[in-house]
């Protein structure tokens, strides 16, 4: 049997997400694999960032004689053992890790300006509705 090691399309239109899969090559492209070694997202804004790849599982497919893909023998000569781009790859990661924290940080403190302006408002709308019985109160003694 003849392994390759290729990507598997998935994800939705125009949000397209890929598998790094070792599999049969008479199998179709989205059909069975026989292991799943990485993934490749080519939508994350971070270029080096795409990437993931399992190293002992790639090299042990390359040992045991698998064949990449074009486009995979790319991401593997960057990203997999020994790759060219393994620091601008941890770098990468570690700046969308802070913004992402960043963002999680921002939507956090909106939240919670959000439920102090509606506690302020139900005072405000408490008040006033005392304030109106008070009112009618004091018109019925009159």
Known sequence: ???????????????????ICATDARSPRDGRVIEELGTYDPMIPETDARVTLNVERVQYWLGVGAQPSEKVAVLIKKYGPNGTHLQQQKEAIERLQQKHA???????????IAGQRKALREGAEEGAESATAEDAADAATD
């Open 1 to 19: 049997m003849a392994v390759r090691i290729r990507m598997k399309k998935l994800g939705r239109k125009h949000r397209p997400f890929f598998r």
């Open 102 to 112: 960043m963002r999680r940080a921002a939507a956090q403190q909106a939240a919670a």
